[in-house]
T-cell receptor, first 112, second 117 residues
Framework: GQNIDQPTEMTATEGAIVQINCTYQ??????LFWYQQHAGEAPTFLSY????GLEEKGRFSSFLSRSKGYSYLLLKELQMKDSASYLC?????????????FGAGTQVVVTP | GAVVSQHPSWVICKSGTSVKIECRSL??????MFWYRQFPKQSLMLMAT?????????EQGVEKDKFLINHASLTLSTLTVTSAHPEDSSFYIC?????????????FGPGTRLTVT
């Protein structure tokens, strides 16, 4: 199985940058996902990393280091609507169905 | 993009009754569907993996006789919470994995909020 750790909560001001770290342990890594979840809603897909390096998508970027079992999600030019929970999820290569194991989520609070 | 729907979006039922939740992939065929449960301020917990035409695989600690899963077609999976109790009140979310060579990404439904009184 996987152990996935991410901070519980982070606070930042509008316009700033926030980096959410995620560490994981898995027997066979087959991809790391970041999702955004607003309260009372289902998660929405943000990014997917399977190779080392940085993936940039507009204001959001995600980084992966497989050797370190580490990823981060970078949120730039924060907006109030970015206040949400951010979930790190890992897929195991040993699972043919591709199920994801989620971290506990990081609640990001954006203040004016 | 791929769309997954759930029905109902919310339901209130009395203790001891059963509730069925539907998960549909609207514009793609889903080889596999996953059912999650999420309690307030907690992360998603995988309950079971559902494959079309075969029995669901349940995660450790999830009672298969209480949470009945049926995946009758490539676009529909259902979760029935039998003899519901107040502690089953939760946010139930399904996701569907697209049937493409080499696998496919998971798309989440909007969730169903179950309240058992």
């Amino acid at each position: 199985g996987q152990n996935i750790d991410q901070p519980t909560e982070m606070t930042a001001t509008e316009g700033a940058i926030v980096q959410i770290n995620c560490t994981y342990q898995t027997s066979g890594f087959n991809g790391l996902f970041w999702y955004q979840q607003h309260a009372g809603e289902a998660p929405t897909f943000l990014s997917y990393n399977v190779l080392d390096g940085l993936e940039e998508k507009g204001r959001f970027s995600s980084f992966l280091s497989r050797s370190k079992g580490y990823s981060y999600l970078l949120l730039k030019e924060l907006q109030m609507k970015d206040s949400a929970s951010y979930l790190c999820a890992v897929r195991d290569i040993g699972d043919s169905w591709g199920k994801l194991q989620f971290g506990a989520g990081t609640q990001v609070v954006v203040t004016p | 993009g791929a769309v997954v729907s759930q029905h109902p979006s919310w339901v209130i039922c009395k203790s001891g009754t059963s509730v069925k939740i539907e998960c549909r992939s609207l514009d793609f065929q889903a080889t596999t569907m996953f059912w999650y449960r999420q309690f307030p301020k907690q992360s998603l917990m995988l309950m079971a993996t559902s494959n079309e035409g075969s029995k669901a695989t349940y995660e450790q600690g999830v009672e298969k006789d209480k949470f009945l899963i049926n995946h009758a077609s490539l676009t529909l999976s259902t979760l029935t919470v039998t003899s519901a109790h107040p502690e089953d009140s939760s946010f139930y979310i399904c996701s569907a994995r697209e049937r493409v060579m080499g696998g496919g990404e998971q798309y989440f439904g909007p969730g169903t909020r179950l309240t058992v009184t």
